[in-house]
Structures are given as C-alpha cells and as structure tokens.
C-alpha cells in the first residue's frame, strides 16, 4: 500500500477563493482524520470520520470548513472563502487499531 | 478530557549520548500513549505505543519509552542518539474512537 496519499502537496490562492484538500486513506482502516499544524497552535484536530461518518467536528474552526467523506477512500475537506489565517499545513491520517498513519500533508498559502 | 504536555520545546544532545524526550500525560482510566516523529516536510510517522503491560516500550529506529503510573509520564528514549535523529517528536494519547491528542512537540536537535 502507498499509505495516506494527499493532493495537492502545495496550494497557493487568493483571500475568497475555495479551496479543496483531498485524501485517500489506506485501504481497510476505518478511521480517517484531518489535522491542521501551525507553528502559533501545533497540531490542531479538525474532524474525524469512524467508516465514511462524522464523528466530532468540533475542532472545525468555523462554517467557513466542511468535510466530506463519500466512500471509504476518499475524503475532502473544502475551505471557502478562505482567509490568509487558513495558512496552514493540513494532514490527513488514517488508522486501525489505534495507530494512525499520516500523509504527507498540503502546505497552504492563502494570501 | 484527556491531555499530555510536553515541556521542553528543544532537547540538544551531542551525537552517541543518550537522549531524552519528556512527556507527561492527564487521563481518565488506563492510558493509551503514542510517540510520533516528524521529519522536514514530512507527515507524521509512529514509533511505539503503550497499551498495557511492560512499562518499557520498544519501538522503531532504536527508540523506546518509559511508562510511570505514580508519575504520569511517559518519556522518549534512545540509548545512542544519531544527528539522523534530529526531528520533532509529539508524544500523544488515545481518547474515544481512536482520536489521538498531541502534546506541543519537541524538537530534538542532535550535534555531530
């Protein structure tokens, strides 16, 4: 398996656009979680989905972040507008039996 | 609500001298604890839990934790540290439904 496949790996756009993260999990793990990471806050726990449903979104900062995951393998997370805060490094991770394995993240510049 | 907190914000460590990476944990019930490291521009990767059992925890690359009970601690170890070690390690802890709560990070920086 190639792990946790993230796109794109960098994103770049303007205040008020829409932006959409993707994510594919490992194949069999039924757990999939999405993680934002700045320097200011660390590593900040956005939504996770137990087998393709919303479990706690209460780390979603605000209406402006939506999360969907239609199918076991795949899932987004979609920011709009965005705002130059939303900078961030987002991760997805996925897991089984509690270890979680992480993508390589998408670095994103809103400015 | 179940936290670990991880003082240091850098450890410096002279190659071949034994490293230490400090997390101390607050929890409900029998913890769930996970050291993560994370390399430049990289995801997270796992290097070992603890569940249950032998407070001494084996895990990847050489590394391996201690758990304390009367301590709540559950510090990173590694008995010979290589420059190669130099990343950001989170110590964290399992809550419900598999959610996992890091620590602040520490990076670990390691000096030929």
């Known amino acids: 398996d190639a792990g946790v496949i993230q796109s794109p790996r960098h994103e770049v756009t303007e205040m008020g656009q829409e932006v959409t993260l993707r994510c594919k999990p490992i194949?069999?793990?039924?757990?999939l979680f999405w993680y934002r990471q700045t320097m200011m806050r660390g590593l900040e726990l956005l939504i996770y989905f137990n087998n393709n449903v919303p479990i706690d979104d209460s780390g979603m900062p605000e209406d402006r972040f939506s999360a969907k995951m239609p199918n076991a393998s795949f899932s987004t997370l979609k920011i709009q507008p965005s705002e130059p805060r939303d900078s961030a490094v987002y991760f997805c991770?996925?897991?089984?039996?509690?270890?979680?394995?992480f993508g390589q993240g998408t670095r994103l510049t809103v400015v | 609500a179940q936290s670990v907190a991880q003082p240091e914000d850098q450890v410096n460590v002279a190659e071949g001298n034994p490293l230490t990476v400090k997390c101390t944990y607050s929890?409900?019930?029998?913890?769930?604890l996970f050291w993560y490291v994370q390399y430049p521009n990289r995801g997270l990767q796992f290097l070992l839990k603890y569940i249950t059992g032998d407070n001494l925890v084996k895990g990847s690359y050489g590394f391996e934790a201690e758990f304390n009970k009367s301590q709540t601690s559950f510090h990173l170890k590694k008995p010979s540290a290589l420059v190669s070690d130099s990343a950001l390690y989170f110590c964290?802890?399992?809550?419900?439904?598999?959610?996992?709560?890091f620590g602040g990070g520490t990076r670990l920086m390691v000096k030929p």
């Open positions: 964290a802890v399992e809550s419900a439904g598999n959610m996992l709560t």
């Open positions: 991770a996925s897991s089984f039996s509690g270890v979680a394995f």
């Open positions: 929890v409900s019930g029998n913890p769930y």
């Open positions: 194949s069999g793990h039924d757990y």
